[in-house]
């Protein structure tokens, strides 16, 4: 066994300091008072924050949108679907004259000086939910860079570096394939589609900018990155640049090559090494400093992101148009975590139970982010010291699942897709679902580990099967939602990876070692 085993191994037998149950409580207070202020004063902090007239934007971006789609389809000679979007417009036009009197009656109130408290309130919880998510954030690269290094060079032999990367490869595609196949056998049966109402859908310009890109280029792009962007893409030209745009693939991949290097320059490379193991230390060591304020940061995201949609009442009127679609998802997010915990159970040799709890500090703080890439700092804390995985296997498999192991977006995006069909009057014949489950096992590979990442690859797999761009505007209003339930099954798939590694070939590579 080699020196950094060794250590490794004498480091995970300490026990973790303090309660390790009083920051879960912490942050699940956090949860439930960001999570009432939202619900009971919410649609008060959406109006002192400019709310209504964001709405009243929004809105007559819509009426517009509809008009310029009955356009396209006049044009095509699709007289029905003319007739559907145009009987939508008076809908529109009545909403749009009901916000823009609460646009008046809030400008009223804003002179009166009746908004003053809220305005506050909605300044600082949004402050401090930025700032937490941002200290997150600059954690990540760090964090990434060093764990990665460490990661690598305590595998001792490059080969092994080969057969560990392998098997996490195999079980992240395994595990978002399955993701798939849940979400459209779900879909089919339930046919959430037929009871939805899309007259207030909007299409983005993040989503519009994605048009006409193919699988094969945006896998491509995975590779090579975009066109002058010298920070994309798995190999850059400027891995500097690919720091600044938490391009995480591109700096796991100089890493690894990087760590492999220094395990072949014998002394010079075990001084470097030895930074680098410090480096890490130091990193997390900040992590649990972050997570002492962490209850006040994630407070914050969840007031102001139930806030800024309108408070509860806002909420009950985007869940009321598609609360089948929005029960399809969680549904099926709730069975593929079922799967998961099976393969820490039977794969892991882990107690399910146990390590889902030990877990929850991670997935609450995905819950509130919506991103498994400002997570990791606390995935890693959980999996280290709460579930006593070793640190060979978390800071080579949970780095990288961060990256691209996304079930839930998997999961979600072929939920989406054949929901958004169903929703249009579109049959889809077996030959279409067998290329919704390829392409969105694929291109949720290529979404990136932040909010929103998986409604713009969801672009790809509309046009895999020929369906209109604009059915995601359908879903849009609930994504906010989804994005961080669909998040917390991607943290959570990344760290039963961890186990399922760590016992299956990490600990079998150590005891021949």
């Given at each position: ?85 145009t ?97 459209i ?16 859908a ?43 745009n ?19 320059i ?44 309108g ?65 990791l ?25 961060a ?66 761009m ?32 760590d ?11």
């Open positions: 066994m080699t020196d950094t085993a060794l250590t490794d191994s004498a480091a995970e037998d300490q026990p973790a300091p303090g309660n390790p149950y009083l920051g879960l409580m912490l942050i699940l207070a956090g949860i439930i008072a960001g999570s009432l202020l939202g619900v009971f004063y919410g649609y008060t902090m959406w109006r002192a924050s400019g709310g209504p007239e964001k709405a009243l934007v929004r809105l007559e971006e819509t009426h517009q949108q509809k008009e310029t789609f009955i356009a396209r389809e006049a044009a095509a000679g699709n007289q029905d679907e003319v007739a559907r979007l009987a939508q417009l008076p809908t529109i036009d009545e909403e749009i004259a009901k916000v823009r009197l609460e646009v008046e009656r809030t400008k009223i109130e804003e002179e009166a000086g009746s908004l003053v408290f809220a305005s506050y309130v909605w300044t600082f919880t949004k402050f401090f939910g930025d700032l937490f998510i941002q200290v997150l954030k600059l954690l990540v690269i760090p964090l990434v860079m060093t764990s990665m290094i460490t990661g690598i060079t305590s595998l001792g032999d490059v080969r092994k570096v080969g057969r560990v990367g392998g098997a996490t490869l195999l079980y992240y595609f395994t595990t978002g394939a399955v993701a798939v196949f849940i979400g056998v779900l879909v089919v049966l339930i046919k959430p589609g037929l009871q939805t109402d899309d007259t207030f909007f299409v983005t310009e993040s989503v519009i900018a994605k048009q006409g890109t193919s699988v094969l280029e945006t896998l491509l792009d995975v590779f090579r990155g975009r066109e002058g962007d010298p920070g994309s893409g798995m190999f850059p030209s400027n891995i500097f640049q690919a720091a600044t938490t391009n995480v693939l591109a700096l796991i991949v100089f890493a690894i090559l990087f760590g492999g290097t220094l395990t072949t014998g002394e010079k490379g075990k001084i470097v090494i030895t930074f680098f193991q410090g480096a890490n230390e130091a990193i997390m060591k900040m992590v649990h400093l972050v997570m002492i304020f962490a209850p006040i940061g994630i407070f914050g995201l969840v007031a102001s992101n139930i806030a800024k949609n408070g509860a009442s806002g909420f009950a009127d985007q869940l009321s148009r598609i609360g089948w679609y929005v029960g399809t998802v969680m549904i099926g997010l709730a069975i593929h975590s079922l799967v998961l915990a099976i393969l820490v159970t039977v794969l892991g040799r882990k107690n399910p139970i146990t390590y889902t709890l030990n877990m929850l500090k991670a997935l609450m703080t995905s819950l509130s982010t919506a991103s498994s890439a400002a997570t700092p606390i995935t890693m804390e959980c999996v280290e010291e709460n579930n006593k995985v070793s640190k060979r296997a978390a800071s080579f498999v949970l780095p990288l699942g990256t691209i192991n996304m079930d839930g977006t998997a999961l979600y995006e072929a939920v989406a897709v054949i929901f958004i069909a169903q929703s249009l009057g579109i049959e889809l014949a077996m030959g279409s679902l067998i290329i919704i489950f390829l392409t969105a096992s694929l291109a949720a590979v290529g979404a990136a580990g932040i909010p929103e990442a998986g409604l713009v690859t969801m672009v790809i797999v509309l046009q895999a099967v020929g369906l209109p604009e059915g995601i505007g359908i879903i849009l209003a609930i994504d906010w939602f989804l994005d961080r339930l669909r998040t917390t099954v991607n943290v959570y798939g990344d760290a039963c990876g961890a186990a399922v590694i016992t299956m070939v990490i600990q079998k590579q150590v005891a021949t070692e």
